[in-house]
């Protein structure tokens, strides 16, 4: 395969994936996330800025992931929180989140791993796939 066609694919992959669909996140409000953690829910908290490249790269690869698997749209809860709104609140405050393009997994109080501005499709399928094996 030549560089051009590489390109080419690599692209379209990328465009059909497209961005997230509303029903495979959830915005967060204060306390949506905690009542999710008090319930033993699998899920994973994306600290995103719409302004923020790093958000709009994980964005696009977290799309892919869930297109590939259907089984993280099932069994994992995506949750969305806004930096700006919520980057200095108490969610944050208590998980210690340093930045926005944090990733975060969690079944209940335990956290399953975190990524900060990573953007590998790799890494971040290892996240989803250790929240997926906490969901059973």
Known sequence: MNRRTFLLLSTAGLLLAGPLRADD???YTP???ETAIEAGEVVILDFWASWCSTCAAQERVIAALMAE?????RKIRLMVVDW??????TLSRSLKIPRRSTLVALKGQQELGRIVAGTGKAEIKALFDAALAAAG
């Not at 698997?69 to 749209?73: D, G, Q, S, T, V």
């Not at 700006?84 to 609140?89: L, N, T, V, Y």
């Open 69 to 73: 698997n259907p089984a993280y749209r």
């Open 84 to 89: 700006d709104q919520h980057g200095d609140g």
């Open 25 to 27: 996140r959830t915005f």
């Open 31 to 33: 306390g949506l996330a």
